[in-house]
């Protein structure tokens, strides 16, 4: 079922068109992800979805009763109340119904149980009832609870007023809330902004779950690789469609534009043949006719555009004019903090050339402090750091305090090298996309993702063999990452970074470092390298626990060992009805893909007008609609069984 759809919607800026010819389709329980580069217009097309601005042309179609929730990027709650006071705001129509419902409790606590009152109040109160569990009444608060662990907030949080966290907490509350309203299509722009891994992993997991539909905005490739299972391209003022997740959507989009190269060439070639007969035989009378009925044909022809993409982006390599030591940094028992205040330690590990060395861990854990003690701009609590020799160290500030605000994006570089010509200064801004009168923009009038390509503009200028970067892909869009990735995998040095981008760790880590506040963990290889081996260390201890268990309850009384029996037995028990939910949800997905092929094979033009094959498809359609409704029954039964499962074994 399609639950919103855009037809031909155009937006212009002026006499400047942002895009046009946008047609796009939300199906009920999609996973959908528009992706573009910065400036493409992405979060202006999600604000007409939303309903919050109209097209200049084309229309936005929403089906019946459709709910829908929108996430602006950053955007963060602003209020009074505490978190769970605010959260709980979300479930006002659930509080009213339980009031109600308490007072039908103390109506029939005083009528007679032979009048007809009672008997019509108990209805009532029957059907309340039902309504106020069916709605989630009697797990509204697992939920909120549930929810805001998964976003990082412990039980002595909850009466925290809102207005005193921080920017980061804000947006985290907001995305909460939204999910808890569990609206029918979900829109977020950019909801992993602020979040670290562990709460991303959390969120991908709930997203996937999602009973709703799902259109996002994220410059988060691992995300959208686990989320999404089809992406729409806002590239060269257009859309175009695609299935698959990200990586998946970069190899479709390569081979299309491929195959577009090839059949504009081929046609090219043909006009050329068609053109150059025209012009030698058009005067010639023997050969007039042929010509005339080429340049009819060439008259005729559909010809195609020049396949383009919205191809510009930065192009920059890192230097050096001398190799480093071997050893470049030694981190032994440092702890690290402000003002004798400590953030995390004691923490020990090596860094050799050339290694690339990604710092993971929860936000606020003191990692960019810690890249901050290494160049001795923030002291150690205790411990040591030991620089190696020859070092021509480059760093990137995620906070971009390195820039001066009221410098121009030239003088902030030509300042730094006074005796370079401007010609020079001019076209190295301009290979990071500062052309024209950019290069006269004030510092503090830049975006996040100009100032980032600003300092990026920097460090590419002078000599650097050590590389330190604090959180280098915040502010950059898709492309812009890439680039950064190959740059980093061409450079000869050795790099020591800050990242929560999964996706760029994979590209670049040779090394993963996991920051916590007690100490520093090392792993080899990439992120999905330091996963398989965590997940490798939990594994072996839960066996260790269970042998434990086991060896610990043989000498014990049979009394313990009758309990462990149980409680397998229970676990097994509810493994199979799971397993029974869960089969009926495949059958309910396949059922309900079959039915969207059906759906867009009736609105096909030669389909359409062809009355025969529209019945013969309607009576599919009728036949897979009928058996969605008896699996979605049995489905609602088996559910039931498992919660009133869960509730008697909780």
Do not use: C
């Amino acid at each position: 079922m399609i639950l919103l759809q855009a037809n031909n919607v155009m937006r212009r800026f002026g006499a400047d068109v942002l895009f046009h010819d946008i047609n796009l389709q939300i199906q009920e329980h999609g996973r959908t992800a528009l992706v573009g580069r910065n400036g493409a217009g992405k979060t202006t097309l999600l604000k007409m979805i939303a309903g919050i601005t109209s097209p200049d042309e084309g229309t936005i179609s929403k089906s019946k009763d459709l709910t829908i929730g929108y996430l602006a990027q950053d955007q963060g709650l602003d209020s009074q109340n505490s978190i769970w006071a605010e959260l709980d705001l979300v479930f006002a129509p659930l509080h009213k119904m339980e009031k109600q419902i308490h007072q039908l409790e103390n109506q029939l606590a005083s009528l007679d149980p032979a009048t007809k009152e009672f008997q019509l109040t108990t209805e009532k109160y029957s059907q309340l009832q039902s309504a106020f569990k069916k709605q989630g009444g009697f797990e509204y608060e697992s939920r909120m609870r549930g929810i805001l662990k998964g976003f990082g907030f412990e039980e002595a949080d909850y009466q925290t007023a809102i207005n005193s966290l921080s920017g980061g907490q804000k947006t985290k509350l907001a995305l909460a809330k939204i999910l808890l309203q569990s609206p029918d299509l979900l829109i977020l722009d950019e909801p992993t902004n602020h979040l670290d891994m562990n709460v991303l992993a959390w969120l991908e997991d709930y997203l996937k779950s999602y009973q709703g539909a799902l259109l996002v905005v994220s410059h988060d490739r691992y995300f959208l690789d686990r989320v999404v299972s089809d992406i729409y391209d806002l590239d060269n003022h257009t859309l175009r469609h695609y299935t698959g997740n990200y990586t998946q959507f970069m190899q479709h989009k390569q081979e299309w534009l491929t195959a577009e190269w090839k059949h504009y060439e081929q046609q090219q070639k043909k006009i050329a043949k068609l053109e150059d007969f025209v012009n030698r035989n058009i005067v010639r009378a023997s050969t007039t006719k042929r010509a005339q009925a080429r340049r009819k044909q060439l008259e005729k022809m559909d010809r195609m555009d020049r396949p383009e993409t919205d191809d510009r982006s930065i192009h920059f390599h890192f230097h050096s004019d001398k190799d480093s030591g071997n050893e470049v940094l030694d981190v032994d028992r440092a702890v690290v903090g402000y003002n004798d205040q400590k953030l995390a330690g004691p923490l020990s590990f090596s860094v050799r050339k050339p290694q690339r060395v990604g710092i993971i861990g929860p936000n606020g854990i003191g990692k960019s402090t810690l890249l901050k003690s290494i160049l001795d701009r923030i002291p150690l609590i205790s411990g040591s750091i030991k620089l190696g020799a020859n070092l021509q160290i480059g760093y990137y500030d995620q906070e971009q305090q390195q820039l001066h605000p009221e410098k121009s994006v030239l003088n902030e570089v030509w300042d730094d090298h006074s005796n370079v010509p401007e010609k020079d200064i001019r076209s190295l801004l301009g290979s990071f996309l500062f052309v024209g009168d950019d290069v006269y923009k004030l510092v503090h009038d830049l975006s996040g993702g100009e100032k980032a390509r600003l300092e990026l503009t920097k460090l590419s200028f002078k000599p650097i063999n050590f590389l330190i970067l604090d959180e280098p892909t915040n502010h950059l869009d898709i492309d812009s990452r890439e680039v950064l990735e190959n740059a980093i995998n061409e450079f000869s040095g050795t790099v020591l970074f800050i990242s929560h981008d999964r996706y760029f760790i994979n590209q670049v880590a040779t090394d993963v470092l996991d920051m916590s506040a007690t100490g520093i963990k090392h792993y080899e290889g990439d992120y999905d390298d330091y996963l398989e081996a965590v997940n490798k260390e939990l594994a072996s201890t839960a066996g260790q626990d269970e042998q434990q268990v086991n060896s610990t309850a043989k000498p014990k009384k049979s009394s313990a060992q009758q309990s462990y029996q149980q409680s397998k037995e229970t676990q097994r028990a509810r493994r199979k009805l799971q397993r029974q939910v869960d089969k009926l949800e495949d059958q309910m997905a396949s059922l309900e893909e079959q039915s969207q092929a059906i759906q867009e094979q009736m609105s096909q033009p030669e389909v359409a007008t062809d009355i025969g094959q529209l019945a013969d498809l309607q009576k599919q359609l009728n036949k897979l609609n009928e058996q969605s409704e008896e699996v979605e029954l049995e489905w609602t039964n088996a559910a039931e069984e498992l919660e009133k499962f869960d509730q008697e074994n909780s």
